[in-house]
């Protein structure tokens, strides 16, 4: 078990360019969510996966945003045509079974820049 | 909906001197509580959660948090701070009565600590 896992950890891009970003998740987590964290701020919902289904998404994921987790293991987070808006730091978390409310495993992040 | 405010941006305190950060949530039935730390370029990390059941709440690294419905308030404590508790602290809610699995972070509190 080596935690949760994103890469890139850092990326820098150009306004108007799309990007992708992925998580694996400790491996017997059958949930995954991304959120969003700006600087000084709290992290901010994104979405949530049990197995390969979309459960939640929060109004801040545009339809600039998608996300996917296909076979129910790792999930890409993808921005299409991003804004200097979109920089931020993307964070991913992990947690598996009942009772584990609230108790995810972060991963350590992919930072966006956006010039 | 439900929000967290976190009251103190910055606190400073000395080592081994006692530890309470602020948080107040708004949440209109039971909230679900919980308290994350952040060291610099790391993911988070959960100190404790509350769902129900004793108020008085222990988590690791020696905190313990105390839910006060009639306050509205989560404040988490330690009675003797070590250097290594300087991070950021962030006080979340969830709604897990509701079945949603999203967690609303308040802004977050820094902690220095003095030698």
């Known amino acids: 078990d080596t935690g949760v896992s994103q890469n890139p950890r850092h990326k820098i891009t150009k306004r108007g360019q799309n990007v992708t970003f992925r998580c694996d998740p400790i491996s017997e987590h059958n949930r995954l969510y991304w959120y969003r964290q700006t600087l000084g701020q709290g992290p901010e919902f994104l979405t949530y996966f049990q197995n390969e289904a979309q459960l939640e998404k929060s109004r801040l994921l545009s339809d600039r945003f998608s996300a996917e987790r296909p076979k129910g293991s790792f999930s890409t987070l993808e921005i299409q045509r991003t804004e200097q808006g979109d920089s931020a730091m993307y964070l991913c978390a992990s947690s598996a079974g009942t009772g584990e409310y609230g108790g995810y495993t972060f991963g350590s992040g992919t930072r966006l820049t956006v010039v | ?115």
């Open chain 2, 1 to 115: 909906a439900q929000s967290v405010t976190q009251p103190d941006i910055h606190i400073t305190v000395s080592e081994g001197a006692s530890l309470e950060l602020r948080c107040n949530y708004s949440y209109g039935a039971t909230p679900y509580l919980f308290w994350y730390v952040q060291s610099p370029g790391q993911g988070l990390q959960l100190l404790l959660k509350y769902f129900s059941g004793d108020t008085l709440v222990q988590g690791i690294k020696g905190f313990e948090a105390e839910f006060k419905r009639s306050q509205s308030s989560f404040n988490l404590r330690k009675p003797s701070v070590h250097w290594s508790d300087a991070a950021e602290y962030f006080c979340a809610v969830g709604a897990g009565d509701t079945g949603r699995r999203a967690l609303t972070f308040g802004s977050g509190t820094r902690l220095q600590v003095q030698p």
